[in-house]
């Protein structure tokens, strides 16, 4: 079976309701389970037993949101070559 990690921040529920939107679409697809959790849950050794993902943050003065960014950057190492060509969003 394959993993549909799907991780977002969301700050005054917009995004949230955008994520939990892809969640349910992706629950209807035979073979694929969905984790949705929010970044500041989510860590390296989810990101490992994955096996696509989709990221889902707003956009706060032309960047992502910082809890976000906070998520990629403890990501960052961990994960460096070992998530090559899983699919993402």
Known sequence: MKTLLIVYHSLTGGTRQMAEAAAAAAHTQEGVAVRLLRAQ?????????????????????????????????????????????????
Do not use: Q
Not at 43 to 54: K, Q, T
Not at 68 to 86: A, T
């Open 41 to 89: 849950d989510a860590g390296p050794d989810d990101m490992l037993a994955a096996s696509g993902y989709l990221f889902a943050t707003p956009e706060n003065l032309a960047a992502i949101a910082g809890l976000m960014k906070d998520f990629f950057d403890r990501c960052y190492y961990p994960v460096l070559e070992r998530i090559n060509g899983r699919p993402y969003a």
